[in-house]
């Protein structure tokens, strides 16, 4: 019984070698060489899409670092904003001490004295 599987199965491979060595379009050299060309093809995509794919994430780091610094330079500038209007309020508040404590002093002092 086993023997008759593994005869049948050799006869069934010799038919289909046969079939492709029949019906092959190309030789095998031709094969051979359009396999390579196929696979360098591929090779090349494979780099162009690598070299594509870094400029991409190089233009993106830079777009992503330029935001960062337009973030940064408008947060040091509010910061110099909030600052200068904190000095102008207390500069505001020490003048208008002075000039109460002025105002108090002429009027506590007798007039012609």
């Known amino acids: 019984m086993d023997d ?11 038919i289909g070698v046969a079939a492709g060595i ?4 190309k030789t095998g050299e031709e ?14 995509f494979i780099r162009r899409r ?3 794919s870094g400029d991409y ?24 904003r909030q600052r200068d209007q904190w000095s102008a309020a207390v500069d505001a508040g020490r003048s ?8 108090t002093e002429t009027r506590s002092t007798p007039e012609g004295v």
Do not use: C, H, M
């Open 96 to 103: 208008a001490y002075r000039d109460a404590v002025e105002n």
């Open 4 to 14: 008759r599987r593994i005869s049948y199965f050799f006869l069934g491979l010799g």
């Open 50 to 52: 690598a070299e594509e």
């Open 57 to 80: 994430i190089r233009r993106r780091g830079e777009e992503f670092r330029d935001a960062a610094n337009d973030a940064v330079e408008r947060g040091r500038a509010s910061i110099q």
């Open 31 to 44: 094969t051979r060489k359009l396999i390579r060309n196929r696979a360098e093809e591929g090779g090349d």
């Open 22 to 25: 029949l019906f092959a379009p």
